[in-house]
């Protein structure tokens, strides 16, 4: 199923029926249905662990979720830990969860610098096999032909921290072994292995109003804009959308002319791992709350108001799994977990929540 404007409003009509809800809007709404009868999409990174383990955590995303991608079990180190020994059973389960209830599905990623299991960062080095990088693409990508609406092929490319003139990563496996061609490859590639998906490069900070952010913006247009070129099969941008609430600026000007950018290039927009870090913030929580769900409202306000927005995933649901509260960048040094989702550690809608509706709400297609 691909993620284009009839698909979505199909599924507008069909959804609150598979729910057994009526149509009618409600205040308590799930996002999934509102994403979907503004024909967008809102979906969320899950893992195998916590749906099989947690019974409100799998509630809360049949309910929310009109798109699933793997946290982590789609990545290299999980599906090819060796080199002649795949492990699909993470992605497989999530895959079926989503078929079961009627979610799309959405594959992290390809290709990253980071994730990549010891054998292949050491072969590829020595060997520089380019059938390294193609032949795990056909296998994966192959593998599930026709059931994935998406694929992040290439993700974060871009450092202009490097130093290089194109501000590409030059502390990559990939870029240290083929250079910049190993992104046109990949999704060479990832095209014929499945010619009916969505593929996305995927980049990360590229929203704050920050020098080094504009750097990575100005670098990444440059990159689709070679990429479009030279006739490279990509037909969208991730934007992951980790905002930091008290640590680096947002302005809405600098965002919205970005997104601009980008969809003059013909490409469409996805906001791929979108979660607010409150570390650094004020100690009431309550307060922290207010600020990040106000962050989200102006961040997806801005967003929203682009037809070339098709949607928004988070990077988890609730505050109980949040990737924030473990990552040593964004967690409490006290410990106290992050409250970077929609939903509490208790499953409890947040203000956050609020927003995202409100946004979804606001600015229908
Ligand atoms: C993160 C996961 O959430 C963590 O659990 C894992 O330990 C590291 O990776 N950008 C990405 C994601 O593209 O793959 C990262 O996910 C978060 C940052």
């Known amino acids: 199923m691909r993620l284009d404007r009839r698909h979505l409003v199909r599924s507008c009509l069909t959804l609150p029926l598979l729910m057994g809800r009526s149509a009618k809007a409600e205040d308590n709404e799930s996002l999934r249905v509102r ?8 979906g969320v990174a899950v893992t ?15 309910r929310e979720a009109g798109i699933l991608v793997a946290e982590g079990e789609t990545k290299r180190n999980v599906l090819q830990p060796q080199r002649n020994l795949f492990n699909f059973s993470g992605t497989d389960a999530i895959l079926k969860f989503a078929q079961r209830n009627a979610q799309l599905m959405r594959g992290h990623t390809l290709v990253w610098h980071r994730a990549n299991p010891k054998w292949l960062t050491e072969e590829i080095i020595t060997t520089r096999d380019e059938k390294l990088l193609t032949s795990y693409i056909n296998a994966v990508v192959g593998r599930y032909r026709g059931q994935f609406n998406s694929w992040d092929v290439v993700n974060e490319a871009i450092e202009p921290e490097d130093g290089l003139s194109s501000g590409l990563r030059e502390q990559s496996i990939w870029f240290q072994a083929f250079g910049e061609t190993y992104i046109e490859t990949a999704f060479h590639c990832a095209r014929a292995a499945d010619p009916k998906a969505q593929l996305f490069y995927n980049e990360a900070n590229l929203e704050g109003d920050v020098a080094w952010s504009e750097r990575r913006r100005r670098a990444t247009i440059k990159l689709l804009e070679r990429l479009i070129s030279k006739g490279v099969p990509i037909d969208a941008l991730g934007i992951q959308g980790h905002l930091k609430a008290y640590r680096v600026k947002y302005s809405d000007d600098v965002f919205s002319r970005f997104l601009d950018d980008v969809a003059s290039l013909g490409l469409r927009i996805l906001i791929t791992e979108f979660d607010v870090a409150d570390a650094g913030g004020p100690e009431d929580y309550v307060q922290r709350d207010a600020d990040v769900a106000s962050l989200t409202r102006r961040f997806l306000d801005v ?52 927003a995202m509706v409100s946004a979804y709400d606001k600015t229908a297609l």
Do not use: N
């Open 35 to 42: 994403a979907s009868r503004h024909a967008r999409i809102y």
């Open 303 to 354: 967003a929203f108001s682009k037809p070339s927005v098709i949607g928004c995933l988070s990077w988890g649901i609730s505050d109980k799994y949040s990737w924030l509260s473990r990552d040593d960048r964004y967690k409490w040094p006290d410990g106290q977990p992050s409250r970077g989702l929609p939903f509490d550690q208790e499953f409890k809608q947040k203000p956050m929540w609020d």
């Open 48 to 62: 195998t662990e916590q749906l099989l383990s947690d019974v409100e955590y799998r509630k809360v995303i049949v």
